[in-house]
Structure formats: structure tokens, C-alpha cells
């Protein structure tokens, strides 16, 4: 039986790995590293309230088989660049070094579409240099997704988003080809690739959007 650490459980796509997670018998307990105490309790939550600022200090509490990586940001919730830069680069390589000095098995992680360290957008070139490091910490497994516009019902409303997944959506038979990453993607779908992936090794890093909806589950 193993035990799960997850990071952002309250997202679109970690709250369905919660929910996947509590379900799945091959897991005996699931670390919820959080701000706040969660609105539910089961009997493999382990809660632990967090100060992401100081990570450090939880290195004890960091260790298990698998850790699923869903926190993000955006630019009107964290407007300040050092904050923002600490919530899309830090966090993300600071939590999995110290996985990985805990011999953590498998680090799954939530990149972005078009991901990539020399981008001229601040959340894309975040991301990429994310991926880049995560590469260097030779995990046995190691997972990185790149979704594209995330289809599910999320906390707090994003009408820009919204209105480019509905534009998206009905373009989407046009996307062809190398364009086939650009479709829309159901957050659960996402959510299931992510812990599938953790069980086995599929001899690759990074998953772009279609392959993660292509991909066929055990």
C-alpha cells in the first residue's frame, strides 16, 4: 500500500486526483499539504497545513511513494513578479527537491501547452525552466503534463478562459496534425493520466495535451 503527497487539492485538476486518490485501493494515505483545512475528511487524509514560504520545515512530512505537483497562480492573484515567480518556479523545485532527497518514487507534474524556458510570456517561460530542472533531479519516475485549455467547473470564475474554450471547442475538428494539441481537455481526464502515470513507467517525460487524452488507462 502506498502513500500519495499532493499539492494543490483544491485546483480543477487536484481536486479530481483527491477524489481519484481516495478511491484507489493502492493507496493507504494521501498527504494533503494545504493553507487551509479542506471542507472533507476520510480516513486516509493525512492534513498538513502548510507555509509554503518555508518548505524546509516539512521535510519530515514530505516523503512517500508518489507526489502529485497541481499548484499554480495567476498574474491577478499573485500581481507581485517575486511572488509569482515563488508560487510558478520555487515551490514547484523546491517541493521536489526535497521529494527526491526523500526518495520519492514518482513526481508528476502540471506544466503548460507550449511550455518552454525561452518563451517571451512569463507563465510559459516559468514553466519550461521548471521542467528543465525537474529533468536534472533524475526521479525514477517522472511525469510532466502540458494541458491545454482545461475543461471542468472551477471555483472562481475566469470569463477569458471561459470564452477561449468555447472558441476553441468549436474549432477544435479543424486542429489536425500537430495542432491536435490545441483541443480542449477535461481536467478529470488529466487527473487520471497523472496517477496512471505515478503506476508505471511509459519510457517519457513530457505528455502534450492530445497525448494525455489519447493516452489508455490500466
Same mark, same amino acid.
Given at each position: 500500500?502506498?502513500?500519495?503527497?499532493?499539492?494543490?487539492?483544491?485546483?480543477?485538476?487536484?481536486?479530481?486526483?483527491?477524489?481519484?486518490?481516495?478511491?484507489?485501493?493502492?493507496?493507504?494515505?494521501?498527504?494533503?499539504?494545504?493553507?487551509?483545512?479542506? /471542507?472533507? #475528511?476520510?480516513?486516509? @487524509?493525512? !492534513?498538513?497545513?502548510?507555509? $509554503?514560504?518555508?518548505? %524546509?520545515?516539512?521535510?519530515?512530512? &514530505?516523503?512517500?511513494?508518489?507526489?502529485?505537483?497541481?499548484?499554480?497562480?495567476?498574474?491577478?492573484?499573485?500581481?507581485?513578479?517575486?511572488?509569482?515567480?515563488?508560487?510558478?518556479?520555487?515551490?514547484?523545485?523546491?517541493?521536489?527537491?526535497?521529494?527526491?532527497?526523500?526518495?520519492?518514487?514518482?513526481?508528476?507534474?502540471?506544466?503548460?501547452?507550449?511550455?518552454?524556458?525561452?518563451?517571451?510570456?512569463?507563465?510559459?517561460?516559468?514553466?519550461?525552466?521548471?521542467?528543465?530542472?525537474?529533468? /536534472?533531479? #533524475?526521479?525514477?519516475? @517522472?511525469? !510532466?503534463?502540458?494541458?491545454? $485549455?482545461?475543461?471542468? %467547473?472551477?471555483?472562481?470564475?475566469? &470569463?477569458?478562459?471561459?470564452?477561449?474554450?468555447?472558441?476553441?471547442?468549436?474549432?477544435?475538428?479543424?486542429?489536425?496534425?500537430?495542432?491536435?494539441?490545441?483541443?480542449?481537455?477535461?481536467?478529470?481526464?488529466?487527473?487520471?493520466?497523472?496517477?496512471?502515470?505515478?503506476?508505471?513507467?511509459?519510457?517519457?517525460?513530457?505528455?502534450?495535451?492530445?497525448?494525455?487524452?489519447?493516452?489508455?488507462?490500466?
Amino acid at each position: 500500500m502506498k502513500t500519495a503527497l499532493l499539492f494543490g487539492s483544491s485546483g480543477l485538476i487536484g481536486s479530481h486526483i483527491l477524489f481519484k486518490l481516495i478511491k484507489n485501493n493502492s493507496y493507504h494515505k494521501i498527504k494533503l499539504f494545504v493553507r487551509s483545512d479542506p /471542507k472533507m #475528511n476520510d480516513k486516509k @487524509l493525512e !492534513i498538513i497545513k502548510t507555509d $509554503f514560504n518555508n518548505l %524546509k520545515n516539512y521535510k519530515e512530512y &514530505i516523503k512517500g511513494d508518489d507526489c502529485f505537483f497541481c499548484i499554480g497562480t495567476t498574474k491577478k492573484k499573485a500581481p507581485n513578479n517575486d511572488e509569482y515567480r515563488r508560487v510558478e518556479y520555487e515551490i514547484p523545485l523546491e517541493i521536489a527537491q526535497i521529494a527526491k532527497s526523500n526518495s520519492v518514487n514518482s513526481f508528476v507534474y502540471v506544466s503548460s501547452i507550449s511550455a518552454n524556458p525561452k518563451s517571451s510570456s512569463t507563465y510559459l517561460k516559468n514553466k519550461g525552466e521548471v521542467e528543465e530542472e525537474l529533468k /536534472k533531479l #533524475n526521479f525514477p519516475i @517522472l511525469g !510532466i503534463l502540458r494541458p491545454s $485549455f482545461l475543461m471542468g %467547473k472551477r471555483k472562481e470564475k475566469r &470569463i477569458f478562459e471561459k470564452i477561449g474554450i468555447l472558441f476553441f471547442r468549436m474549432i477544435s475538428p479543424l486542429f489536425l496534425g500537430p495542432l491536435k494539441k490545441m483541443k480542449p481537455i477535461h481536467s478529470e481526464k488529466v487527473a487520471e493520466v497523472m496517477i496512471n502515470i505515478s503506476q508505471r513507467s511509459y519510457n517519457k517525460t513530457i505528455f502534450e495535451s492530445n497525448e494525455i487524452a489519447e493516452l489508455t488507462l490500466n
